[in-house]
């Protein structure tokens, strides 16, 4: 029988991925939590959705919104559960990048010291063998090995499937998710079908990677987890019950660290938001900031009718406002500018214009839309108000109260989001006063709402009153730079 060889560095990449890839599934399922439905369509139309994980019904009498949808996953299937959808994506994407760089180093020394032939499949004949394999495990036999290798057929075709095939899927299903990439590169998103078809896909590569390591780890079982372990751990075949040992005590590591992450996420999630934030902005801001949307879809291509995130005002202020069709509404901008402006919106449609951009929108909790929104240009305000020089940012304040408005919300008081300064001159970033022709209405921030196409959809502001210029936004709210990162612990910066 062929001696089991594997490199150090082989064995190293393969436990940390064991790690890496779980921490990535949980995270993902709890993202999926907060929109557990899947399509086919750009719209995310309720109905037409091919699978759902959730039991709830939305009512047909009342205005409802996507939070009401969420489902409350248990921390033993999703990372950190709970419905915090924030720490999630801190873990997700904190797992990917590590799952990413492993998978660097894996291939790169996989090429360099040849352990890739291992692995490749160099005849067609292989698949006929693999099927007499399939036929032998079926009928509880061990298919033999491929002559002067440790793989059987079908094992060396399924290893082969998700090295080259599975993980650079995953990959790409999930950069056509980014806000960021598909504003810059729509026929990016458009090859995979759309953003809803991306991220379905991208959910059966998850079940394909599930279904593979049940099985691995079942194979690795009935051909001889000593034996198959201590080669993972030692190298070579030797010291099989200290090697079946030490592969419990990694898996046991491996459990330790996810127990840890749960529990460091459910009681101390600032700190969880502050010291992976630290990492993930960082390499957002290298990979995604430089993107500008570019977007122009067809009129054929606009949704129907979008979802809403968030619930209008209950003020009886912004009520009467409504009804008089928004003429007594004033739109304040101040703070570090050299000139402070109100205006009108009869004032704010005059300052350029009317800018109009057919565009997908991204929800954070992963449903999606396509409208054409019109408006002013972020920047020609911007402009008008001249920033000091000390300005950094832009806080956006609305009319909404989370208190009375959002009462399932985690948290009330004053909805507000702050921008950096330097997004307000991305091509498409515009204060929209109109929505597929028509003036915006109030269930989409009517008067004015934010557009910020590179962004997920949160970080769009929508009943706008305030803008204020400002250096640091440590004393606002909390100071995490937005109500959602305030309460819900999410990214300030979401090009993903």
Known sequence: MTTLDYPVWLRIDHWLNLLLITLVMRSGIEILSTHPKLYWNDDSKPGTEWARFTRKVMPTDRLYDTLDEEEDYHPLISLPGRKQLGMGRHWHFFGVLGWILVGLSYYILLFATGQWHRYWPYSWSIFAEAWNDIVAYLSFNLPPLLPDEPFDAIQKLTYAGVIFL???????TGAAQSPAIEARFPWYVQLWGGRQSARSLHFLGLVAFLVFMVIHVSMVFFWGWGRLNAAMIFGAVRSIYLATAVSFAIIGVVIAVHVAATVWSLRRPQSVQRVLGAVINGVRRILLRPLNSRQNYPVRKLSEEHRVNGKPPTAIAYKVMAVHNFVDWRLRVGGLVERPVTLDLAALRALADRQTQRVLHNCVQGWSSIGEWSGVPLARLVDLVRPLPEAQYICFLTMQ??????????????FYEVL???LAYKPQTLLAYEMNGKPLPIKHGAPLRLRVETQVG???AKWINQIEFVDDYSGIGHGRGGWREDNVYYDKDVEI
Do not use: V
């Open 166 to 172: 599975l993980a650079p899927f995953m990959i790409c």
């Open 401 to 414: 109260n989370n208190s009375t408005d959002e009462p399932s919300a985690h948290g009330g008081g004053q």
């Open 420 to 422: 950096d300064l330097e």
């Open 458 to 460: 949160f970080k769009m």
